[in-house]
């Protein structure tokens, strides 16, 4: 699913805008090579990471990298997020899903929204970072998806939109609550 970043984020800068607690459960939906996974697994100290990607090499390349920086509070799991059950997380178990740089790869947006709203437990944090639909670095190939499309979809989905927050010129991050 993720092909990652490309080295435009800055995972640490964003991730310390996101309110992570030590316990928190989060789930990194098109983890890409673990970009934001990794450095999610230090911020939880005592929680856990579940790092999820559609495309066998993106596993891979974060189990590397789980080894290579002795990461025991990671997991990665093979799946299909574009599909109800799909990340076989358990129901109203997961304090926040993380959607970087994923929805604009996909045209089934509403069906990864409906899972991470599946998993996350009550007052559970879904964040959108996403590529800015008129930037000149934005991919050519995909389906991107505007910040106010992003709102509605989520919206739609029954999350309460939170807040935005900053990331960098050529993306949008947008935070939501699970309601209900």
């Known amino acids: ?13 964003i991730l310390l805008q996101l309110e992570i607690k030590p316990e928190m459960k989060v789930a990194d939906f098109g983890c890409g090579h673990g970009y934001f996974a990794i450095p999610l697994a230090r911020l939880v100290k005592n929680g856990f990471v579940f790092a999820i990607d559609v495309l066998p090499d993106a596993i891979e390349a974060v189990n590397s990298k789980i080894k290579l920086f002795n990461l025991s509070n990671i997991k990665t799991i093979r799946a299909n997020v574009e599909i109800l059950g799909g990340s076989s997380l358990k129901a109203s178990s997961i304090d926040m899903v993380l959607l970087a740089n994923i929805l604009f790869q996909s045209r089934k947006k509403s069906d990864i929204i409906k ?20 930037n000149l670095l934005a991919p050519k190939q995909g389906w991107l998806i505007s910040k106010e499309q992003s709102i509605k979809l989520a919206q739609k989905q ?15 991050g947008l935070i939501f609550i699970k309601s209900f």
């Open 115 to 134: 899972e991470a709203r599946r998993v996350l437990k009550l007052n559970g944090k879904l964040v959108i970072i996403d590529w800015k639909v008129n």
């Open 158 to 172: 029954g999350f309460v939109f939170e807040k935005q927050f900053e990331v960098d010129k050529s993306h949008y």
């Open 1 to 13: 699913m993720s092909s990652g970043t490309g080295g435009f984020l800055n995972p640490e800068k």
